[in-house]
């Protein structure tokens, strides 16, 4: 049980770490609480918030897995190399499409109803 909660400690740290050093995770997290506010001033129906979560979780999921990703691939390789660039890249690239897909998701469910 101890060792349980040592590791929920651990993990918080490891958000907060990506929360205050991470400009862009600032930024999805700013966006994640507009999205959010949005979709419950709206009163978007369950399944609708439900898409919403996971589209947030998924955002901020991604650009901490970058983040992890850019401390292994400096650690491992402080000097420039194609391959740490490839690596970085892609990572970058992988928040980006899950970026992407939060923008049609609220593009879909949200800004109809700010229309009406
Ligand atoms: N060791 C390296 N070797 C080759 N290219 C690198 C290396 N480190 C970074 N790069 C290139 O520079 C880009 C930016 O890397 P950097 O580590 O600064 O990440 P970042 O996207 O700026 O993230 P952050 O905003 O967190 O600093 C990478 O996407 C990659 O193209």
Same mark, same amino acid.
Not at 39 to 53: D, F, N, R, T
Not at 92 to 99: D, E, H, S
């Given at each position: 049980?101890?060792?349980?909660?040592?590791?929920?400690?651990?993990?918080?740290?490891?958000?907060?770490?990506?929360?205050?050093?991470?400009?862009?995770?600032?930024?999805?997290?700013? /966006?994640?609480?507009?999205?959010?506010?949005?979709?419950?001033?709206?009163?978007?129906?369950?399944?609708?918030?439900?898409?919403?979560?996971?589209?947030?979780?998924?955002?901020?999921?991604?650009?901490?897995?970058?983040?992890?990703?850019?401390?292994?691939?400096?650690?491992?390789?402080?000097?420039?190399?194609?391959?740490?660039?490839?690596?970085?890249?892609?990572?970058?690239?992988?928040?980006?499409?899950?970026?992407?897909? /939060?923008?049609?998701?609220?593009?879909?469910?949200?800004?109809?109803?700010?229309?009406?």
């Amino acid at each position: 049980m101890f060792s349980l909660l040592r590791s929920f400690r651990w993990a918080i740290s490891g958000i907060l770490y990506a929360v205050s050093t991470q400009r862009n995770m600032k930024i999805h997290l700013l /966006a994640a609480l507009v999205a959010a506010a949005a979709g419950l001033y709206l009163k978007l129906p369950p399944g609708e918030l439900v898409l919403l979560a996971v589209t947030i979780f998924m955002v901020l999921a991604a650009e901490m897995f970058n983040t992890a990703l850019e401390a292994v691939v400096d650690l491992v390789s402080p000097r420039q190399h194609r391959l740490a660039r490839i690596a970085k890249d892609v990572a970058a690239g992988a928040v980006l499409l899950t970026a992407l897909n /939060a923008l049609v998701v609220a593009y879909l469910l949200i800004w109809p109803r700010l229309r009406v």
